[in-house]
């Protein structure tokens, strides 16, 4: 595949970073009582960080200094004991937020394959499945750092450095001034690095997903790059894609990594600034050594918190852009819903009428003009013509898998539109010529037509296609397991066992669009007789291109320019000698 012709990522709309987190963390509140239990033993650690200083300022001063040691042996058991009990909470805390955290995740995870499963086929015909698994995968595990360092980095630092800093100013304001004389040249430089270490993150999102969408449709079209010898090229393609993603992230991390570099020369220039002041300007006789030590404990303690954070906001802007992609598509809204007033639809019996029908995927080639037909019920109607000429989309307008833009169809009378989708579909078959088989044993393939079918519902859809014997002849028959997409079967066995799914659902309009394309002519002649059984007393809409297949259909449509071109029987068709004989002529010249 040449890399011009790779479609990029699609391009997020701008969204606030603020309310893209406050959005993530909302998940959060569904598990108040552990963030609560957090937040306690959070609330126990900083408190003992901000003791651990005074403590040793009164070991040194009040203690060591008149050498009390008894008294030192107090503050030192007490120190002890303290923080023993901090590193027991710091490991219970690091269990109970990773425990919420995969479960937010999980949560996440489910919402969107939920959400995705609701959505039109116009987003899917937009978006390559790679690109889709990226988001369930890759951009929701990346967001596990962002929710755990949430609770555990940004509140408690947070308070952590307003409470030093208020410590600071209370012992000696002077010196509190002197610690923290770098702050402006920290915000100038994290806002500088900030606004662009972002927009390089989203664009190694979009090459991440540019390179997982390849190698999913590489490896699922292996047999025709194999085929074409085209290992080359895809090889070409693949290390280019690679390419763009290194440097997307070499990018990005360039911009990552100068946040440390910030935050440790406005450290190292703090400290300076402290010492300086403690010791040159006011000297030893107005600040003691234990109060330089304090100082010199409570700067570390105001500036580790602020290297977390800006390692939070680095990662908050790595993995942002993630957030963003997943919150993205579930604000997608499906263009196929129900309205609020539908109704479940009756039981079918299978009339289909199409009024003055225009449809069309893009605002530029309409595909159906001013449609109209009427189908009674139980006739099985034959759709033939070019590829492209609109075949496929008129059963999939009745499927309501795409919604037209003028027009009306109706099942027995009913508006697609208003009766549920659900109530509609479950009353439907339909059989295309790529069958998906499902890994899994070939009777929950069959079954899946029907979820609740029973054993002998099962076999008797089997047989009705002679599906039953091959499936017979296997080492586990119904109970033998299938490999991805049916590996293991011959493409005519993997067509039969579909074609047993859509017959145990008993649906009450039957829509074969190509389905008997992929089997051979000695197979197709078995078929052809459960398929007949099939469509006797339901209304059948079947495309075809071998035309020899559709001659008992009650009425062929021949479907070109937007509309239908002629409509009859077999008969009455070839006696015309129009449209429909010349594609009879000209498949029959292809086979002598």
């Not at 703090?270 to 003691?288: A, D, H, K, N, P």
Request: net charge neutral.
């Amino acid at each position: 595949m040449p890399i011009n012709s790779f479609k990029e990522d699609e391009n997020i709309a701008e969204v606030s970073k603020l309310k893209t987190l406050g959005r993530l963390f909302s998940y959060l509140l569904q598990y108040k009582l552990p963030i609560l239990g957090v937040l306690l033993i959070m609330a126990y650690c900083v408190a003992v960080s901000l003791i651990n200083p005074l403590l040793i300022e009164a070991a040194i001063d009040n203690h060591i200094a008149v050498k009390d040691f008894q008294g030192l042996y107090r503050i030192a058991a007490i120190a002890i004991a303290m923080n023993l009990i901090l590193i027991i909470l710091v490991k219970l805390r690091m269990y109970v937020m990773a425990k919420v955290c995969n479960n937010v995740l999980v949560n996440i995870r489910q919402q969107l394959y939920t959400h995705i499963q609701t959505l039109d086929f116009k987003f899917f015909d937009s978006r390559p499945t790679g690109k889709i698994l990226a988001r369930i995968i890759g951009d929701i595990n990346s967001l596990k750092d962002v929710l755990s360092n949430s609770v555990t980095t940004l509140i408690p630092d947070f308070i952590t450095i307003c409470a030093v800093v208020i410590i600071m100013f209370v012992k000696n304001p002077l010196l509190a001034a002197a610690s923290l004389i770098s702050i402006p040249f920290m915000i100038a430089g994290v806002w500088f690095i900030q606004t662009r270490s972002h927009v390089k993150w989203q664009i190694h999102r979009k090459k991440s997903s540019n390179l997982n969408a390849f190698v999913h449709e590489d490896l699922s079209g292996i047999r025709i790059i194999q085929s074409f010898h085209a290992e080359d090229e895809t090889r070409d393609t693949f290390h280019k894609l690679i390419k763009e993603h290194r440097d997307s992230f070499m990018d990005a991390v360039l911009y990552a990594d100068a946040f440390g570099s910030v935050i440790d020369f406005c450290w190292g220039f703090g400290c300076v600034s402290l010492w300086y002041t403690g010791i040159v300007i006011l000297g030893v006789e107005q600040v003691t050594i234990g109060t330089l030590i304090a100082f010199g404990t409570y700067i570390s303690m105001f500036w580790q918190p602020i290297m977390n954070l800006s390692n939070f906001y680095n990662q908050l802007i790595t993995n942002i852009s993630g957030a963003e992609r997943i919150f993205e598509i579930l604000d997608t809204k499906s263009g196929i819903t129900d309205a609020r007033n539908v109704v479940q639809m009756p039981v079918i019996k299978g009339s289909v009428d199409f009024e003055h029908v225009s449809f069309s995927y893009d605002e530029n080639t309409k595909v159906l003009q001013d449609v109209s037909f009427h189908i009674n019920p139980g006739e099985t109607i034959a759709l033939v013509g070019p590829t492209g000429a609109g075949k496929t989309t008129i059963v999939n307008l009745i499927s309501r898998f795409y919604d037209i833009q003028q027009g009306t169809i109706r099942i027995d009378g009913h508006d697609l539109k208003s009766v549920s989708i659900e109530s509609l579909r479950q009353q439907m078959g339909i059989m295309t010529q790529d069958n998906f088989l499902f890994t899994g044993t070939i009777r929950d393939n069959i079954a899946y037509g029907k979820l609740d079918a029973t054993d002998e519902e099962i076999i008797a859809a089997a047989k009705a296609v002679h599906a039953h014997d091959f499936i017979m002849k296997l080492p586990k028959q119904y109970d033998t397991v299938l490999e991805e997409r049916g590996g293991g079967l011959s493409v005519g066995q993997k067509q039969l066992i579909a074609f047993a799914r859509t017959m145990v659902s008993m649906p009450k309009i039957l829509i074969l669009d190509e389905a008997t394309s992929s089997i051979d002519t000695k197979t197709e002649l078995l078929v052809q007789e459960g398929i007949e059984a099939l469509l006797k007393g339901r209304t059948s809409f079947v495309i075809a291109h071998r035309l020899s297949t559709i001659q008992k259909a009650d009425r062929i449509f021949v479907i070109d320019n937007g509309g239908i071109l002629e409509e009859g029987n077999h008969d009455t068709l070839m006696a015309k000698r129009g449209a429909y004989y010349r594609l009879q002529m000209a498949q029959l010249q292809d086979v002598i």
